[in-house]
């Protein structure tokens, strides 16, 4: 019986890998019988309308999710890079900041300390400022020394507040520099930007040192100005990006939606194969029956779908598992049968073995049956017997 039984199991896995096979079998025939309907160059194909239409709508259905998919992977990415790259830009384009306006400064501090009617026209406003908040500052620094011969001298108590007056002193001269730098700088920028620079150099008056100057704030003015473009077109292509994953319904969760198309992608495959199972099936009945037996008309001579044109061998491959599967079916019934008969042989062995138990117990049973029978007519005799006794004394007594 266990021999059996694993024989049986046995012949179960390979029914199911068979079957199995049929099924990869129908699929990739019907997508050879789609694939071929769609060709006007591939005559003899012949599918209903409206499975073919369902077909293709699909594939167009399955083809678009699957670019959208890949356009919103695309997008994503990009955005991700082109934030990382703004990050780095902004890095960039503070640091590129601040090395222009201490250029600025340094150019402004040039002219101050070499300014003469050449440079007027452009400089004027900052020389006349400066100069106002140079005074000012050389008004602080001179408080400032006074205020630190005066911690020299001064005892502990003294100290400590003469050290608050040095700290609020050397914050307003901090202060007071940084003004003077902003207008050196603001200067500067006037001169540079209002083409000043270019008149002093064509007229030969501009100095070597402030020409030196000049050139190295245009450099850095051109590196600012390519920062300032490819910022822009940053700009641009995130745009775009927002764009393609607005179109695709992928603004708020990308992750979400490709899910969503995912799982559309998942039914719609779903769907053609069941399209191309059946598509396939219909296709081969035509030829043969469900065990795989060529039907009338087809040409025995080669193959045994000779008529079937180019799908012969196809169809071959099909006869031939539905066959093995019909041969596996009868296999299975087959072993079955016989342990069904084995199990009815052992049912009816166990019964007969009853009914010979009970026929046993039958016999022993009218046995005794009998033996009671004799001690309840001994039983009786006897009961008569005392009755009479009884009687004869009641009768002594009366």
Known sequence: MDAQRKALQALTVSLDERRQELQDSYRNFGESLFSDSANPSVPGVSLSQERSDSWRELMSARERDATAILDIRTAVTRRKEIE???????????????????????????????????YAPWFSEAYEKASVEGAALIGLERRKEALRKELEETGFLGKLVSQLRMNGLEANVRRQHERITEI????????????????????GKLEEALSAAVATLRETGERKLALEERARSTESELAASAKTLAEHGAEG??????????????????????LCVLAARDYCDRFMDESGIPLAGSVPEGSRFGDAGAYARQLEDISA???EIGGIRRSIDSLETAMKIDSLERSMQALRKNV??????????ETQAASMREAI?????????????KAALDKTMA
């Open 84 to 118: 990382q790259f703004k990050r780095e830009l902004a890095s960039t384009s503070d640091a590129l900041e601040e090395e222009y306006s201490e250029r600025l400064a340094e150019a402004g501090k040039l002219i101050y300390e070499n300014y003469g009617e050449d």
């Open 184 to 203: 050196l700088a603001g200067g500067a920028r006037s001169l540079l930007e209002g083409g000043g620079a270019e008149a002093l150099s064509e007229s």
């Open 253 to 274: 969760n990308p992750h979400r939606r490709i899910e969503e198309l995912n799982a559309r992608i998942r039914d719609a495959d779903r769907r053609i194969e069941t």
């Open 321 to 323: 598992l539905r066959d």
């Open 356 to 365: 010979a138990d009970c026929e046993r117990k039958i016999a022993g049973l």
């Open 377 to 389: 007519a001994s039983a009786a005799a006897e009961r008569d017997e005392l009755i009479a006794r």
